[in-house]
């Protein structure tokens, strides 16, 4: 037996993003009421460039997805990553960087997106400089990453960092192929492709930032914090090892599933369409592997909220994975697509998924680095329920309203006339379902209010451990047991699971460029 | 990639974008209106009949960025050009509703109030010609000239439907109606 070591994991940089984290989602579900109440009451964009829908639609989106999930994930990979390595993160400084560089990233972003400075690109709207920062500020966080899997004191690699690994390597691949630009001045860039090739680009790119930056970071997460809250061990690790591997090589395929019945060739629209449904199987994979994780504790999930917000988070995640592949068959995008269909979905994915499951993270981890216990977990209950129904208040209107939509695009009289010839009726018809989103929307949002007030009585009531001490024992030579799984000879080594993440995430992305 | 550059067919009567269009183009992405509207007519007899003739992957080889969209919260505008005259354009962008009475589309009227930004016309110009579109040479200087003379037929178009406006023709509306009236043109029979 080694030495024991003593060290102390940086709790600080944990509470900062996770407060970042909480005021942007404040602010981006804010733009998000806004743009849905602006649809409805077009008044409300005011008469001024700043606020006009096309600006705010983006601001929302990217504020939701890199502001409020980005520094979700940031918060809880730096929370787990310490203490499933034994070891407090490579750097402080750059650590410090990642957070008041990625912070910068959104203040420009905020304040570009309403000038509409926009490269137009769906969920990489930012200009060019700002992909530069992005780009710099994502290599930060690599190098701690890979600098903290260096200096650690766990020789195993526990899955959820398998998760972490991947989503770094794919999204650095990601962000650059998807901004190559010729810059004309600093607010304004000419794209390298054009038409099909730029569609074929962006939709690579677009599915994969849902792929790889609000699916796979969070299943990393979901695999250290659901075992943590219900204190069981996951459900299966061999499940582990073929979802995550079968995940990540299929995902990088599935883009052109949102270019169905467009111009682009048809034999790629079907390789998009075939790897979508096999997607299918590893999704649910890793939903099953959350939920049985859950056997012979259910009895835990009724009294507690953390875990409720994990179970809707899961079953969330699991029914936008079987949605997803359904609408990637081309009968059925050829009804939704276009339509309010694919909103409604998506934020099944946001609101589910990504939102309950930081809800329940934030409640789990912020008591413990300052010390205390929740202050009151009727609230949470409270915010559980009240977060629930706003997502079926947003969802169902929508799927109500896409589905009624298109019926009306198609819709042919006896004669073979367009039955809603003025575009404008279809949109008319569905103005009431706006409106119930609108005010789903707000449900939601005021379970968050109830969420803070309930943080902010217990981060009153304790102190931040700014440096959390612990100890475990020096790292030994690693000596391979018998009968080893063959897998544990790639999770002993980072830079192994680099490659090979990188090589099964490439064969897609190479054949498609 | 490769394989899709050589599925893409050119067309020979799709021509690139004039200066002024492809200003409107900028004004186009710049105000985001590709989060509401699509540019991309799909294969079935409800949109043939609702836009017109389906869309070409020839017809878009010239577009940096693609604007095809993914959300018709508004119509599809691949086939808009020509559809309606400049003024409707015009009236259409101060107040959606004067011409749509119930139209959720919200109202543009610093279009008409802001001048065009023409300095970097001739760069986008050389940057486009470097990336293959066929400008002929020298033609980034110019640019600026087709770009106002094209401007000025535009204003006079407007002129004879009785929109009279001070420099009217330096407005970004007008390249915005340059741009829209341009759209889906290129394959059209005349």
Do not use: H, L, T, V
């Given at each position: 037996m080694a030495n024991l070591e003593t060290f102390s994991y940086d709790n600080k940089v944990v509470r900062n993003f996770a407060y970042a984290t909480i005021i942007f989602g404040v602010i981006g579900m804010l733009v998000g009421i806004t743009a849905a109440l602006q649809l409805v009451y077009p008044s409300l964009n005011f008469g001024l460039a700043e606020t006009s829908f096309g600006r705010i639609r983006p601001l929302h989106t990217n504020a939701v997805i890199f502001a409020f999930v980005g520094n979700g994930i940031f918060t809880c990979v730096y929370y787990s990553l310490q203490r499933l390595l034994k070891t407090r993160m490579y750097s402080d400084v750059l650590s410090s960087i990642h957070f008041w560089g990625w912070q910068i990233i959104i203040l420009a972003a905020a304040i570009t997106l309403p000038l509409g400075m926009t490269s137009s690109h769906e969920y990489a709207e930012l200009i060019w400089p700002i992909d530069i920062a992005i780009a710099i500020v994502w290599i930060v966080f690599g190098i701690n990453m890979f600098g903290t899997l260096i200096k650690r004191r766990e020789q195993h690699i526990y899955v959820a960092i398998w998760f972490y690994i991947a989503t770094w390597i794919t999204v650095t691949v990601l962000h650059i192929f998807n901004n190559i630009q010729i810059p004309v001045s600093m607010s304004y860039a000419v794209n390298a492709f054009a038409g099909v090739q730029d569609a074929l680009v962006q939709w690579w790119y677009g599915h994969n930032a849902v792929a790889f930056f609000l699916t796979t970071p969070y299943l990393g997460l979901m695999y250290y914090f659901l075992p943590k809250a219900a204190n069981r061990p996951v459900y299966s690790y061999k499940l582990s090892i073929i979802h995550f591997w079968s995940l990540i090589f299929l995902y990088i395929w599935a883009g052109p599933h949102h270019l169905l019945y467009t111009s682009l060739p048809d034999w790629a629209q079907s390789l998009g369409t075939v790897f979508s449904i096999m997607l299918i199987a590893p999704s649910w994979g890793g939903m099953l592997n959350g939920l049985l994780t859950l056997r012979g504790v259910w009895d835990k999930v009724r009294t507690d909220p953390i875990l409720k917000f994990f179970v809707i988070a899961v079953t969330a995640y699991g029914m936008a994975t079987l949605e997803g592949p359904l609408l990637s068959v081309k009968s059925l995008n050829a009804i939704t697509h276009y339509t309010d269909w694919t909103v409604a979905h998506v934020h099944i994915g946001a609101l589910g998924w990504n939102g309950m499951l930081t809800f329940g993270m934030l409640y789990w981890l912020l008591p413990r680095i300052y010390g205390t216990k929740l202050y009151s977990v009727k609230l949470a209950n409270t915010h559980f329920w009240i977060g629930t129904l706003g997502i079926l208040f947003y969802a169902i209107p929508l799927y109500w309203a896409g589905w009624t939509q298109s019926l009306m695009w198609k819709q042919f009289t006896p004669d073979g006339l367009l039955q809603y010839g003025n575009f404008l009726e279809t949109v008319t018809q569905i103005l009431p379902m706006y409106l119930i989103r609108a005010i789903g929307g707000t449900i939601y949002f005021i379970g968050v209010i109830v969420m803070i007030y309930n943080l902010y009585k217990t981060v009153q009531s304790g102190h931040l451990i700014a440096n959390q001490e612990a100890s475990a024992p020096a790292l030994e030579k690693y000596i391979p047991e018998k009968n080893e799984h063959w897998h544990r000879w790639i999770e002993r080594k980072p830079i192994q699971m680099l490659f090979w993440s990188a090589i099964v995430i490439l064969i897609g992305g190479i054949i498609y460029l | 990639m490769m394989m899709i550059d050589e599925n893409v067919p050119k067309i020979a009567s799709v021509k690139p974008y004039t200066p002024l269009e492809l200003e409107g183009r900028d004004i186009y992405i710049r105000e985001g209106c590709v989060n509401c509207h699509s540019q991309m007519i799909r294969p079935f007899r409800s949109e043939t009949e609702r836009y017109g003739e389906y869309s070409k992957s020839g017809e878009f080889i010239y577009d940096r960025p693609f604007l095809w969209g993914s959300k018709r919260t508004g119509p599809d505008l691949h086939r808009i050009g020509g559809k309606y005259p400049d003024s409707w354009h015009y009236n259409h962008m101060l107040d959606p509703t004067s011409m749509s009475?119930?139209?959720?589309m919200p109202p543009y009227p610093w279009l008409l109030e802001d001048d065009l930004n023409t300095s970097y016309t001739p760069a986008k110009i050389r940057i486009l010609q470097s990336l293959g579109t066929p400008y002929p040479d020298g033609y980034a200087e110019k640019a600026v000239e087709d770009l106002k003379n094209q401007a000025k037929k535009i204003a006079s178009n407007l002129a004879k439907d009785k929109i009279k406006q001070d420099n009217l023709e330096n407005k970004e509306i007008i390249a915005v109606i340059a741009y829209l009236q341009r759209l889906g043109t290129d394959i059209k029979v005349k």
């Open positions: - | 009475p119930g139209s959720i």
